[in-house]
């Protein structure tokens, strides 16, 4: 199998923030012990690619092959790897690596690992025809999906779940703000929980609001309007700070407000009597491999339809900036 496969590869690369990325030929990986070789077969464009590029998250490895929602099947293996064989179809999120040793891995926190490495950041991701990664944050994919339709439960539909998960004790009225990738998904699983969905998007945004009663959403309204009953939760999966004194004004007494997202801009002042009366202000970081095992086995019991917009891989810049300019529905998933 092995000398079958050929010595470059077509990757999109980022060199500098700032910059679009580059479409080049690049040697073929291959795998180190523990590492599957794997011939990518789809990966989701994620908003954290687009911080990367933008330099909001400042400490990529350069060069860098971006994309952390990886649909491929193995290619090559690697010493000591079990579990998976040749031609198996896996995912790769976000978390690509962590030490074992630190504090929080051992608090079973390894979300918050101390030396982490993240796919697509400090680790070459899935803009390419091949990527290798570490078989330990690898993940046996549900069938049901496409190659593009899975892709976005690597990393919209992980940190989504996790989102949705910090929200407490089960939301029966949730809002959601920012409906993207990550909205799209995680309505699915509240409406399929029991709940009600209360969609807030863009100001304007007709298009997203009809998505989102499609999804199932009791309501959907701009995020400029106060949704029609008090929420006991909110989600926040827009990069906007300002929503987080508005979903603090909009969830009730004791109620949580969850900010998905990796980075925000700045938040406003707001008076502490948006925070007064218990209500709770997290934010989530990262996933756990618990968290993947646990939302891959739940989305086909839903079952969570993903919408997801092929491209091919040389269209990276085209998907990043659509992603910018909020006109896609779902998520850009590009075909190598
Ligand atoms: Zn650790
Ligand atoms: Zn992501």
Same mark, same amino acid.
């Given at each position: 199998?092995?000398?079958?496969l050929?010595k470059?590869?077509?990757?999109?690369?980022?060199?500098?923030?700032?910059?679009?990325?580059?479409?080049?030929?690049?040697?073929?990986?291959?795998?180190?012990?523990?590492?599957?070789l794997?011939?990518?077969?789809?990966c989701? /464009?994620?908003?954290?690619?687009l911080?990367?590029?933008?330099?909001?998250l400042?400490?990529?490895?350069?060069?860098?092959?971006?994309?952390?929602?990886? /649909?491929g099947h193995v290619?090559g293996i690697g010493e000591?790897?079990?579990?998976?064989?040749?031609?198996?179809?896996?995912?790769?999120?976000?978390?690509?690596?962590?030490?074992?040793t630190?504090?929080?891995?051992?608090?079973? !926190?390894?979300?918050?690992?101390?030396?982490?490495?993240?796919?697509?950041?400090?680790?070459?991701?899935?803009?390419?025809?091949?990527? /290798?990664?570490?078989?330990?944050?690898?993940?046996?994919?549900?069938?049901?999906?496409?190659?593009a339709?899975?892709?976005p439960?690597?990393?919209?539909?992980?940190?989504g779940y996790?989102t949705?998960?910090?929200?407490?004790?089960?939301?029966?009225r949730?809002?959601i703000?920012?409906?993207?990738?990550a909205?799209?998904?995680?309505?699915?699983?509240?409406?399929?929980?029991?709940?009600? /969905?209360?969609?807030l998007?863009?100001?304007?945004?007709?298009?997203?609001?009809?998505?989102?009663?499609?999804?199932?959403?009791?309501?959907?309204?701009? @995020?400029?309007?106060?949704?029609?009953?008090p929420?006991?939760a909110a989600?926040?999966?827009a990069p906007?700070?300002?929503l987080?004194?508005?979903a603090?004004?909009?969830?009730?007494?004791?109620?949580?407000?969850? @900010?998905?997202?990796?980075h925000m801009?700045?938040?406003?002042?707001?008076?502490?009597?948006?925070?007064?009366?218990?209500?709770?202000l997290?934010?989530?970081?990262?996933?756990?491999?618990?968290?993947?095992?646990?939302?891959l086995?739940?989305?086909?019991t839903i079952?969570v339809?993903t919408?997801?917009?092929?491209m091919?891989?040389?269209?990276?810049?085209d998907?990043?900036? !659509?992603? !910018?300019?909020?006109?896609?529905?779902?998520?850009?998933?590009?075909?190598?």
């Amino acid at each position: 199998m092995a000398n079958q496969l050929p010595k470059t590869m077509q990757a999109m690369v980022m060199h500098r923030a700032g910059e679009p990325l580059r479409l080049e030929e690049l040697p073929m990986p291959s795998p180190g012990p523990g590492q599957l070789l794997i011939k990518v077969a789809a990966c989701g /464009v994620c908003r954290t690619d687009l911080h990367i590029i933008d330099g909001e998250l400042t400490r990529p490895k350069l060069p860098l092959v971006l994309g952390h929602e990886i /649909v491929g099947h193995v290619a090559g293996i690697g010493e000591g790897v079990a579990g998976f064989k040749e031609g198996d179809r896996v995912g790769v999120p976000w978390l690509g690596h962590t030490d074992g040793t630190c504090p929080y891995c051992l608090m079973g !926190r390894e979300n918050l690992c101390d030396n982490p490495g993240f796919t697509g950041y400090d680790i070459n991701g899935g803009y390419a025809e091949f990527t /290798v990664a570490d078989h330990e944050y690898c993940f046996h994919l549900p069938d049901g999906y496409s190659d593009a339709e899975a892709a976005p439960l690597l990393c919209a539909g992980l940190i989504g779940y996790r989102t949705l998960k910090l929200a407490g004790e089960f939301p029966k009225r949730l809002g959601i703000y920012g409906f993207g990738a990550a909205a799209h998904i995680i309505a699915q699983v509240a409406v399929g929980q029991g709940a009600e /969905v209360y969609a807030l998007t863009r100001p304007g945004d007709g298009a997203a609001q009809d998505f989102a009663r499609r999804l199932g959403a009791v309501w959907a309204g701009g @995020s400029d309007e106060a949704p029609s009953e008090p929420l006991d939760a909110a989600l926040i999966f827009a990069p906007v700070g300002g929503l987080i004194p508005v979903a603090l004004k909009a969830v009730r007494k004791g109620g949580t407000v969850v @900010s998905g997202g990796i980075h925000m801009s700045e938040i406003p002042a707001f008076s502490y009597d948006l925070l007064w009366e218990e209500r709770v202000l997290k934010s989530v970081a990262n996933l756990t491999r618990a968290d993947a095992e646990e939302f891959l086995a739940l989305a086909p019991t839903i079952p969570v339809r993903t919408s997801v917009e092929p491209m091919p891989l040389a269209e990276a810049n085209d998907a990043l900036q !659509r992603l !910018r300019d909020g006109k896609l529905e779902g998520a850009a998933v590009l075909i190598p």
